[in-house]
């Protein structure tokens, strides 16, 4: 089994879907059994986790921990429930991705509660970590990979290239409590969260998306974004999306036909963007 591990990072009642939980658990969904442990809902996530691991042996492989962290409240949080972890189970397989690891990638292997660290995007690395740690290939051909020797060394593997997110699978919110995620807002009473894009082009100095992506932005098409919202609209009953693109506005006549083709949705919708990049766009 794999267990996505979400630390806490807002206050109840207010949690955001862990739409970067979510992209992973869909390259795995139907491949591997999985669960979503949510520091955001769940008061004690160390004990649940240790529990749904204890006997689980997966599939030739040690059960794996895949942990999302963020600089701040999350690395606060991911720490002392990883050490709870690997004080119970020293044998799961402590993963960790996002923003924290791409860019400590040798801070966090110095520690003992994490095994290995896949930087940047982590949904075609996730999949290859698996394999490898069932034995199926060498540690040495992950990309984007970082990990440690027995002997302590830390190696890092080139960089994965980038998968197009329009090839990636739909997420799979059957999977989780879609009930907890969606809040009333200022924009409707059954607001939900959404990430179109991945990366951003710019360099600002104080943003952690420009080691993570090199400057790269990957975008879903037009149609790939109408697809998801109609879902979450139809099948969740949501009237209102918050897009939390780093930059959502990057391409004028993306959003252009983004804005035509969800219209006759009726969501009302809130996205990030810079000024100077919205001051060049047509009246």
Known sequence: ?????????TTPG???????????????EGRESWGLIDGNVDPDPASTITERLRDDGGRGGPPVLAVSVMPGAKVSEAVPVCTRVRAALPHVHIVW????PTQHTATVLQS?????????????????LLEALRGERPM?????LSWKKADGTIVSNGAAPFTPLDDLPEFPYHRVPMERYIHPTYLGQRTVAHNSSFGCPFACSFCAVVAMTQRRWLAQSPARVEGTLRTLRDEYRADAVQ???MDFFINEARVAEIAERITPLGLSWWALGRVDALMRYSD
Do not use: W
Not at 97 to 100: A, C, D, I, P, R
Not at 116 to 121: A, I
Not at 140 to 144: C, D, I, L, P
């Open 140 to 144: 040495e051909t992950v990309g984007s």
């Open 112 to 128: 003992a509660i994490v095994d290995t660290v896949v930087r940047s995007q982590g949904e075609q690395p996730l999949l290859q």
């Open 14 to 28: 207010k949690q955001p879907l862990p739409l970067s939980i979510m992209a992973l658990a869909a390259v795995i």
């Open 97 to 100: 991705g996002g923003y924290f």
């Open 243 to 245: 897009m939390h693109d």
């Open 1 to 9: 089994m794999i267990l996505f591990y979400n630390p806490r990072s």
